[in-house]
């Protein structure tokens, strides 16, 4: 058969169809069917704009009102009224319709319309997540458009029979876009999860942080097996295969991860035995120190006061020592030793050096605190130059960083100093010169 041939039998069933349809429009079931469609809009926008007007729709209920919650959400819903009430009067109508003997394909088919406008309309006007609203409108919204109208199966259909096969592998068209869709919801429904059970277990208060710690490890690495199963499931592997393959591949890589195992175990026994906790100043035995900062599966992160961080193996908190300056008590004793001239008056200057440190805003000091807490000032020795003077003060925390305590009692004894006439001993020696006893 050639072109011309095709041309005219495609004008012949145009003709036919418009014959048909103009036969169709001028009969009782047109009318019919049309009227319904009309009353039913027109009803459904009268109704919507009655109830708003009844309801006070427009404006935001104020807070406080009388069944606050309800008129809050029947406010957010007055987008949704009018598409709402054309699907359940155009469902009305169709079955009135039928009732009638009459024809209601017409009125189905603007019912469905009416279904995809209330699902566009709730998708823009809910959905505030942006990830959400875009698939919901690009996706979603087709998905029902071909699902009202009954396209749903032949679309999936056409889709399937797009493949490519490689041996045993079958691989689809509609495989790959049901893949790409529900691997992106299911990610996204992961991550979301996965930040809000991790939120509200960190929130309980009545377990201890590295209790809430560890739970919420568990959870993280739980919901991310369910997803990745679940993915599984949606692209049509075999799991059962799948768990044959995993075990041979976990004996060969057992082997070559062992120092990552090891990090991984060693992660999961600080959890739980509690030697270290997410603020805690940490000390290495080679000298690096820092706040502890992120405390993960495989690794801890300190943050040291010039703004590094050292990322040190769960292991090595486990194979080696370092000094927890923080774990148990955040309070610190730290002292300062210098030394004053032997004719200093040291009763004025000692109590002059206790009234120093207790006003400065960070050393712990007045009756809230036991004595032994409290900053002290007295005699350490007496040296070749001069008297050496003790001060020790507790603090809450380090004496580093944005703690500089040390640095601003080091500054307010030079100016006390300065002001009171106190002297700094310089370093004195007795020379004697011893004559030769043979000169004349």
């Not at 370092?322 to 148990?328: G, I, V």
């Not at 640095?407 to 300065?418: G, T, V």
Request: charged share 20%.
């Amino acid at each position: 058969m050639d072109f011309s041939q095709w041309q005219n039998d495609a004008l012949e069933l145009l003709r036919q169809f418009q014959g048909t349809a103009s036969e169709w429009a001028q009969s009782p079931d047109f009318y019919v069917q049309l009227g319904a469609i009309v009353g039913a809009i027109a009803l459904a926008v009268v109704l919507s704009l009655l109830l708003s007007r009844r309801l006070n729709l427009a404006e935001p209920p104020p807070e406080g009102v009388r069944l606050y919650r309800l008129r809050l959400w029947l406010h957010r819903l007055r987008f949704t009224l009018t598409p709402l009430l054309m699907v359940l009067l155009l469902s009305a109508a169709a079955q009135l319709s039928a009732s009638a003997g009459y024809q209601q394909w017409l009125i189905r088919f603007v019912e469905s319309l009416a279904l995809v406008y209330l699902l566009y309309r709730f998708i823009t006007r809910f959905v505030e997540n942006a990830f959400v609203r875009t698939v919901g409108k690009w996706i979603g919204i087709p998905l029902a458009a071909l699902a009202v109208f009954g396209w749903l199966d032949e679309v999936v259909a056409f889709l399937d029979g797009i493949k490519l096969t490689l041996g045993n592998i079958r691989v689809s068209l509609y495989m790959l876009a049901r893949t790409l869709i529900f691997g992106s919801l299911l990610f996204w429904l992961g991550r979301v999860s996965n930040a809000a059970g991790k939120d509200a277990i960190r929130k309980q208060q009545k377990l201890d942080l590295g209790t809430r710690e560890v739970f919420a490890k568990l959870f993280e690495i739980g919901v991310f097996v369910v997803v990745f199963l679940l993915l599984l499931q949606v692209m049509g592997i075999n799991l059962t295969a799948l768990a044959v393959f995993g075990g041979a591949l976990g004996v060969g890589l057992g082997f070559g991860l062992q120092q990552i195992a090891s990090n991984f175990i060693s992660g999961i026994i600080i959890l739980l035995d509690r030697s270290l906790t997410i603020g805690d100043h940490v000390e290495l035995e080679d000298g690096r120190s820092g706040t502890l900062r992120e405390l993960n599966m495989r690794f801890g992160v300190l943050e040291t006061y010039d703004g590094k961080d050292v990322v040190v193996p769960n292991e090595q908190f486990i194979t080696s020592s370092y000094t927890n300056w923080t774990h148990k008590d955040k309070r610190q004793r730290y002292s300062i030793e210098f030394q004053v001239a032997y004719a200093t008056d040291l009763d004025p200057l000692l109590d002059d050096l206790r009234t120093l440190c207790v006003e400065h805003p960070q050393v712990l000091s007045g009756d809230a605190y036991p004595h032994e807490l409290q900053p002290d000032a007295e005699i350490a020795g007496f040296g070749d130059s001069g008297i050496d003077i003790l001060i020790e003060y507790w603090m809450e925390g380090v004496d580093d960083g944005a703690n500089r305590v040390g640095a601003d009692l080091l500054l307010s004894i030079y100016r006390l100093f300065k002001e009171k006439g106190y002297e700094f001993p310089f370093p004195q020696r007795e020379v004697r010169l011893l004559g030769n006893e043979g000169a004349s």
